[in-house]
């Protein structure tokens, strides 16, 4: 089907004077602080604010029902419908609007593979927005631009608030996907993130039809050649974990696995950069200068130098930078078949263990189930920690079924006879509030242990909450960490947890249609 950019309302609104199509970074710059939409900060990062919704806005995500996506999308929460009629009358309003402004346009790819890449262009209202997308998808050469023809759109207007009365939508923000268009309308929030997750929902949808996985993790490459993956929702440690010093990084967010290995989909990251240190995270610290975009950090009204504890304006304060800036990045994205796969769980219960080593069947059982916990400002409205269970650890994305997902990821894993783990950043010592969160220095350890086959000589046991195999020594990791059970002081408060958790996750596992040897992975209620 051809691209909703030839229809005559398109081709008449890019047709305007003040269009801008493919600046780079210093112009996008100059035209953000220009037009007041951000500002400078000490190091060069271009520093926005995104008003009320600092986070992405889940109830008011969209995808349009129509004979395309009728019978292929698993409708829910996570994939709400939206009539084709509502859509076109909002899309013409928004057009309208957009009628006679300036402009600001890229046509990018996402996916570092030409095989499997898709073509896209992203038209903003803001100009921090566009060097936003510039910086976070696969920037095209001079020589691809000749011939880039664009397979989906973006349309992105922020100042345009929906009205739910008329417009059918739940709020004045609006995140609509059209498959058979071809288009992702955004409107009445400012956050940028809204615009990357719309096209990794995008290529969530057409890939498994061309044999690939498409996968919500980080991934990269040790000195022996051999890639690692890491699943996880925000805040999980995606981007933290796999910017590692003694590793090449691929991708911080979003890959495909293929017949030939995994890929990434972007050419940037989008760091949380709560707390940012250059001690914890050197990397993605030194990564933060010209061309980078800050969203909500609270800068020094003096000095301008950027406050990482401040969190003011949200938690979810965020970085989006090209990969390239980070020193030893893989150029372009691809990696050969991972030997190791790390699932990442923010626990706010604090019962799992730091780490655990999982059977196939076991890392079905987890990947469908999807654990872990809402970090603060992640998401509109979120607080503090949540429980919470997204499927495929990354359900607003997934638009297919999930045993689609789940099913690819077991062929992989038993194909390339990969080894998956189970690795809890969250707490320790007692549920959220009454615990701690468990030290970025020891999860590093516990993850270059795995990811260096150290643990593959260790006494390993089983643990009864959730028959999880965890080892009894990790290289830089004291012993009693590695014991969940053992770091309560209330053994009993424990006990007390870890039976509620595992009779959540049975509850949780009831919704899908799982082999039984799947089923049978995962944890027992305990009465």
Partial sequence: MSSVLQTPEVAQLLGQDKVHRNLFPAPLTEAALRRGEAELAAGGSLVAETGKRTGRSPKDKFTIKDALTENKVAWGSANQPFPPDKFDALYERVLDY???K??????????ADPKYRLPIQVINEY???????RQLFIRPTAEELKTHKPEFTILSAPSFKADPQRDGTNSEVFVLINFSKKLALIGGTEYAGEMKKSIFGVMNFILPERNVFPMHCS???????VSALFFGLSGTGKTTLSADPGRSLIGDDEHGWSATGVFNFEGGCYAKCIRLS???EPQIYNALHFGSVLENVVLDPVTRIPDYDDDTKTENTRAAYPVEYIHNAVIPGFGGHPKNVVFLTADAFGVLPPVSKLTPEQAMYHFMSGYTAKVA????????????????????????????????????????????????????GGSYGVGKRMSLPYTRAMVDALVEGKLANVEFEIEPAFGLSIPKSCPGVPPELLKPRNSWNDKAAYDKMAADLSARFAKNFEQFDAPPEVKAAGPKPVK
């Fill in 219 to 225: 991934a990269n490459i040790g000195a022996d050649g």
């Fill in 377 to 428: 400002g992640t998401e509109a409205g979120v607080t503090e920690p949540q429980a919470t269970f997204s499927t495929c650890f990354g359900a607003p994305f997934m638009p297919l079924p999930p045993k689609v997902y789940a099913e690819m990821l077991g062929r992989r894993l038993r194909q390339h006879n990969a080894q998956c783990w189970l690795v809890n950043t969250g707490w320790q």
């Fill in 102 to 111: 300036e402009l600001f346009v890229q046509d990018l790819f996402s996916g």
């Fill in 278 to 280: 250059a001690e914890n």
């Fill in 127 to 133: 100009a921090w927005h566009n060097l936003f997308v």
């Fill in 98 to 100: 957009l009628k006679g």
